[in-house]
Nanobody, 126 residues
Framework: QVQLVESGGGWVQVGGSLNLTCSASGPTERSHAMGWFRQVSEKEREFVAGFSWSGGSTYYSTSVKGRFTISRGNAKDTVYLQMHNLKPEDTAVYYC???????????????????WGQGTQVTVSS
């Protein structure tokens, strides 16, 4: 089982920026994609940003496109999420995601994810 460890998050005022980091360990040799989802209270976890399994493409939800940037470290098992111009509606628990043999793209449902991080709270205050 792949383990995902997240860091970053916290509290920020509207218009501010935050960075999230996720590192994967364990059996990551198989083709996989990594990305980020978020969840508000009891609502369904929703896709935020992700990579294709080849790593050559990035995808974003329409609500964050142009404000968030996903990137990878040299080891390819670390992903970052830079969040700029944050809005109150970005407030959520953010989860790192790992999926085998599939892209993580806009419209990906949570059941396609094989491993989740523990989640990190992002709060945007007005």
């Amino acid at each position: 089982q792949v383990q995902l460890v997240e860091s970053g998050g916290g509290w920020v005022q509207v218009g501010g920026s935050l960075n999230l980091t996720c590192s994967a360990s364990g059996p990551t040799e198989r083709s996989h994609a990594m990305g980020w989802f978020r969840q508000v209270s009891e609502k369904e976890r929703e896709f935020v940003a992700g990579f294709s399994w080849s790593g050559g493409s990035t995808y974003y939800s329409t609500s964050v496109k142009g404000r968030f940037t996903i990137s990878r470290g040299n080891a390819k098992d670390t992903v970052y999420l830079q969040m700029h111009n944050l809005k109150p509606e970005d407030t959520a628990v953010y989860y790192c995601a790992f999926a085998l043999g599939t892209d993580l793209y806009y419209g990906t449902t949570p059941d396609r994810v094989d491993s989740w991080g523990q989640g990190t709270q992002v709060t945007v205050s007005s």
